[in-house]
């Protein structure tokens, strides 16, 4: 009995075990080489030199440029949070209110960007955008602007992307959230003499806070850690920390530098995805 | 049926939230607009309706090259991961009791993390132990990783939701386990792991960050390809493999939302 | 031929003891249920018995087999589950079909089980459709044709009327007598429900927390019920905290705050060298007490308490009192119409020393 016991547990083990080597061989390792080549000298002949420096972390850390790109990432990151806030809220709301039969097609609708790689939609931004692209052109055609307005490869351009591409996940975290109010609550105030807005303000608002929480964060992660986006929409206008970390780790070929920026951003990410779980966590014990 | 007056705020919020579902549309229509366009710029008037951008494209052979390089990759990595990620679903779900809650998040933890970093990391790895950074199975190995937790997501919300006196009946009517996995485990369990196939297929294909640090001379991911072309290039060749790319993922997504059901792939049940 | 014996079961999930020395045995073509609240332990004997869970001692014989370690599928035991668990991607046929075919049973022969079974269950005509497509009632049917077509040696049905509303509860506790009788198979029925386990049983086993009360037929079980978790649970009854004065001949005395009653329905082995004064308690049943307006004829086998009438509320069979007595207590009585004792009245309560049950303190 004993043995089969054993021998049962291990079958089962080998359900798990590709996945566990997988990800410990690609992923958990890798991770573990990026943080052993951040303590590592650089070298301006090979990839590092042996031994053991705290060189690298220090000079980060004491970069202003670096403090600056990191703060303008966080910033550009707050930003589009409170933007894609805005933009989803009406929508997902509507979207978790509605009855229509075309329910399920709007849901399509919402989810379906994430079906279309980021470079398509930064490509369909650029044909949008660009200095010749169709809104300069009917702005000009128009005759509302004499020269065109500078659209994208700077922040602006950077900010619409990001909020674009990132919406979706807003969307559904508000939606499902929004949905578990039980509507009837708000009625219930409506009835007490709410105004519908202030019933919203009073009721659904603060009970979907565990939405917008998981949302925001979320985007946040997303946002600041892109890469794509402010590559393509920025050109060569706007630097953002992830592609500080590769420029420095590729172009510059130094690894051990940009190695320590990708520790530092994996503490921020790791740190804020820890939130955002508890967050989630939290939100779902006050569900049941 | 009357519906009750709309005030002013109702209607506000109706062009609020029409906008919004514009701007999440805007790009992807705009990228097929300018593909079928027949001037190098979408202009307003357009210039009229061109297949030309195709044909160029049929004749740019690096893009239809790296075109099929995706889809292959997209097809390995994610015929592994849907394996993989199937494997640890069940066993996560079924055997690991108390454990699931550090295997879960190790699990997911390839999702978590940025694609850049994970990117970096593997390309300096691979670099370190002499692989070489720039190898078919380097990106391979990538896409499986970054694809597997969709596949582990999708599969053990199912297994979750599955209603497990099913099996229990299936058993005391005299089946074995294993035919109680293939006769009515696997049945119900099917939609699931299609649904989260095809997407992780998807996501693969258009996987951009891992593949820019992994991809080499040879090696060209679509939308890797797509990058450089646009750097170098403004016409709507881009835009044309871009629709191509747009109608496979939405033909893809439509032909499961008719046979699978897209709930299976944000958790809802059935 | 097929003889439940269950024996000394135990079972614990961490430090919680769910199954406390579970045995009981029922006979070839009994109709058993198992009685009791949630948790009490009812549904793990069941999951036992199908192989579901397997108790960390004690075993479990079919006939002559031991079962208690085998994997389920080879038990040849039919079961019912509370939701039904119909594969919803197969049709009826095909659910009804899938024990058979497990069995390598050929075609033709499945055919003709599976319309002969859908006979007995009265759903002729049903084979091609889908679970979900079937009402509640139909759906229980199913599952019940798909449990009897393997001709198990046993059936077991976990709460199989949970999920059914209240009418058609009503009607499926007769169908199932019905068909068990026809049939002839040995059932072991899992309720919390009372009135369920009544109608249906032939006898009863009514567990508490993990521990077997009683094991007896219905009448036997209202009757005389052996604990006071068990009188409580079936039927409603009056308690009244007593001391115990001895056992006396046929019957024992107890003092409470109405005075000395005398009680002789009680298990003479749960008093047997009890210490004079110990606590225990005395049930009388609401219908078993006589209200009247006059102090009744003092008689050896007769209690008697007096009191005032708090509540009356007529039911049409009967009304239904609640009276304070002398002793504080707040008494049910359940008295016929022909007498009708105003509100605020004094009056005395009384009832026969058979019917006035001892029960010691759990």
């Known amino acids: ?288 | 049926m009357r519906e009750q007056k709309k005030n002013l705020t109702d209607r506000l919020v109706d062009v609020m939230v029409f906008l919004a579902y514009v701007f999440l549309l805007l790009p992807t229509v705009i990228v097929v607009l300018a593909a079928f366009n027949g001037g190098e710029y979408l202009h307003f008037p357009p210039d009229g309706f061109s297949l030309k951008w195709f044909s160029k494209l049929f004749a740019t052979e690096q893009m239809m090259e790296s075109f099929y390089f995706s889809l292959k990759l997209a097809l390995a990595a994610s015929v592994s991961s849907t394996l993989i990620g199937l494997g640890a679903a069940l066993y996560v779900v079924r055997y690991s009791g108390r454990l699931a809650s550090i295997l879960r998040p190790y699990m997911l933890s390839p999702l978590m993390l940025p694609s850049i970093l994970t990117g970096l990391a593997l390309m300096v790895s691979f670099y370190s132990i002499g692989v070489g950074g720039k190898t078919f199975f380097g990106l391979y190995a990538g896409h499986t990783l970054i694809t597997t937790p969709y596949v582990f997501l999708v599969v053990s919300s199912v297994l979750y939701n599955f209603d497990y006196s099913m099996e229990e009946a299936a058993r005391n009517l005299g089946a074995t386990r294993l035919q109680t996995f293939f006769y009515v485990t696997l049945p119900h369990i099917k939609n699931g792991i299609i649904g989260s196939g095809v997407f992780a297929f998807i996501s693969s294909f258009d996987q951009f960050p891992l593949s820019l640090l992994l991809t080499g001379p040879g090696y060209s991911t679509l939308p890797v390809q797509m990058f450089d072309y646009l750097r170098f290039e403004f016409d709507p060749v881009a835009a044309a493999i871009a629709t191509i790319n747009i109608v496979l993922a939405y033909g893809m997504m439509f032909l499961m939302e008719h046979s699978v059901g897209l709930k299976t792939l944000y958790g809802g049940k059935k | 031929m097929a003889r439940v014996i269950l024996d000394s079961l135990k079972k614990t999930y961490g430090s919680n003891l769910i199954l406390n020395n579970i045995s009981t045995v029922i006979e070839d073509g009994e109709l058993v249920s198992l009685l009791g609240p949630s948790g009490c332990g009812k549904t793990t004997t069941l999951r036992c018995i199908a192989g579901f869970e397997i108790p960390d001692s004690g075993t479990i014989t079919i006939g002559d087999t031991d079962i208690t370690t085998m994997q389920p599928e080879q038990r040849d035991i039919g079961m019912v589950f509370q939701n039904y668990a119909l594969f919803p991607h197969m049709t009826v046929f095909d659910n009804v079909a899938f024990g058979l075919r497990m069995r390598k049973v050929p075609r033709e022969e499945i055919a003709k089980r599976v319309r002969h079974i859908m006979k007995v269950v009265g759903l002729e005509g049903f084979e091609k459709r889908y679970p979900r497509m079937l009402s509640g009632g139909q759906q229980q049917r199913v599952a019940i044709a798909r449990a009897l077509v393997i001709q198990p040696r046993l059936l077991l049905l976990d709460e199989p009327l949970a999920n059914l509303d209240a009418k058609l509860r009503e009607e499926m506790r007769f169908y199932l007598k019905k068909l068990q009788k026809e049939v002839g198979i040995t059932m072991i029925y899992v309720t919390h429900d009372q009135s369920e386990a009544l109608v249906l049983s032939d006898r009863i086993v009514v567990m508490f927390n993990g521990r077997i009360h009683q094991s007896a037929a219905p009448e036997e079980l209202y009757r005389h019920p052996a604990t006071l978790n068990v009188a409580n649970f079936i039927g409603l009854i009056n308690v009244f905290d007593a001391s115990f004065r001895g056992l006396d001949g046929d019957g024992a005395f107890a003092e409470s705050a109405c005075g000395l009653l005398r009680c002789e329905n009680f298990m003479p082995e749960h008093f047997r060298g009890m210490a004079d004064g110990t606590a225990v308690k005395v049930g009388i049943r609401p219908e078993s007490l006589t209200i009247s307006s006059f102090c009744p004829e003092s008689l050896p086998g007769l209690n008697v308490i007096s009191g005032t009438v708090k509540e009356k509320v007529y039911i049409g069979n009967m009304f239904d009192y609640r009276v304070a007595t002398s002793g504080g207590e707040l008494v049910r009585v359940q008295a016929s119409p022909s007498v009708d004792i105003p509100m605020g009245s004094s009056c005395w309560i009384s009832a026969g020393a058979v019917d006035t049950l001892l029960l010691p303190l759990e």
Request: charged share 10%; aromatic share 12%; glycine share 6%.
């Open chain 1, 1 to 288: 009995m004993a043995v089969t016991k054993t021998q049962q547990a291990a079958s089962r083990m080998l359900l798990f075990l590709p996945a566990a080597l997988w990800i410990m061989i690609f992923f958990v390792l890798p991770y573990s080489f990026l943080g052993y080549v951040s303590f590592k000298p650089t070298s301006s002949s090979s990839a590092y030199l042996p031994g053991f420096t705290l060189e690298n972390y220090v000079f980060n850390l004491t970069d202003p440029f670096f403090w600056t790109i990191l703060g303008e990432t966080l910033l550009g990151g707050v930003a589009t949070v409170v933007i894609c806030l805005l933009i989803s809220y009406p929508l997902a709301y509507r979207l978790a209110r509605s009855r229509s039969k075309y329910r399920s097609l709007l849901y399509m609708v919402v989810i379906s960007p994430l079906l279309v790689g980021v470079v398509i939609r930064c490509y369909g931004w650029m044909v949008l955008l660009a200095d010749k692209g169709l809104i300069n052109d009917l702005l000009l055609k128009a005759g509302i602007i004499d020269a065109p307005l500078p659209l994208m490869y700077n922040m602006f351009g950077v900010m619409v992307g990001l909020v674009q591409v990132y919406m979706p996940y807003m969307v559904i975290s508000l939606t499902g959230s929004i949905q578990a109010i039980n509507p009837e609550l708000e009625y219930t105030a409506r009835s007490l003499g709410a105004s519908r807005f202030t019933a919203f303000r009073k009721i659904t608002l603060p009970m979907s806070l565990p939405g917008i929480m998981s949302g925001s964060i979320l985007v946040f992660v997303l946002t600041i850690s892109s890469y794509a986006i402010p590559l393509l929409l920025g050109g060569n206008k706007t630097l953002t920390t992830p592609l500080m970390i590769v420029q420095t780790a590729l172009d510059a070929f130094d690894w051990p530098g940009g190695a320590s920026m990708a520790v530092i951003m994996f503490v921020i990410v790791v740190t804020l995805l820890s939130i955002y779980i508890k967050v989630l966590m939290h939100a779902m014990r006050g569900l049941k």
